[in-house]
Nanobody
Framework: QVQLVESGGGFVQAVDSLRLSCAASGDTISNYNIGWFRQAPGKEPEFVATVDWSGALKYYADSVKGRFTISRDNAKNTVYLPMNSLKPEDSAVYYC?????????????????WGQGTQVTVSS
C-alpha cells in the first residue's frame, strides 16, 4: 500500500508560479499512474492532470493545459506539478492520487490511494 504526501502549496499572487510535489512511501511509485485533482470549497473534485507510470503519457484538463506540467522522478519516488501563470480560479486544495490499473483516468473514483492535500490560494 502506498502513502502519498503533497507539499508545495501556498498563497501567491495571480500570474505567479508554484511547484507541487507528491512524495510516495510504502511502495514504489513506478507501480502507479498518478493523477492530480483539486477541490474548491463547495465544489466537486476536479481533474487536473495525470501521468502514466513511465512518465511518457500525460493528459491535462483544458483549464490548465499550457500552464501546468506534470512530471515524475521514479528514482525519487516523487511526482511534480509545476504551475505557472496562476489564476484566482486555480485556488483549491490539490490532491495527488495513485492508480494501480494500467490505463490513465480522469475520474476521482478510479484512483486507489490519496494524499491529504495541499492548499493553493491565488490572489488577484
Amino acid at each position: 500500500q502506498v502513502q502519498l504526501v503533497e507539499s508545495g502549496g501556498g498563497f501567491v499572487q495571480a500570474v505567479d508560479s508554484l511547484r507541487l510535489s507528491c512524495a510516495a512511501s510504502g511502495d514504489t511509485i513506478s507501480n502507479y499512474n498518478i493523477g492530480w485533482f483539486r477541490q474548491a470549497p463547495g465544489k466537486e473534485p476536479e481533474f487536473v492532470a495525470t501521468v502514466d507510470w513511465s512518465g511518457a503519457l500525460k493528459y491535462y484538463a483544458d483549464s490548465v493545459k499550457g500552464r501546468f506540467t506534470i512530471s515524475r522522478d521514479n528514482a525519487k519516488n516523487t511526482v511534480y506539478l509545476p504551475m505557472n501563470s496562476l489564476k484566482p480560479e486555480d485556488s483549491a486544495v490539490y490532491y495527488c492520487a495513485a492508480r494501480g490499473e494500467p490505463s490513465l483516468s480522469t475520474s476521482w473514483g478510479d484512483y486507489d490511494y490519496w494524499g491529504q492535500g495541499t492548499q493553493v490560494t491565488v490572489s488577484s
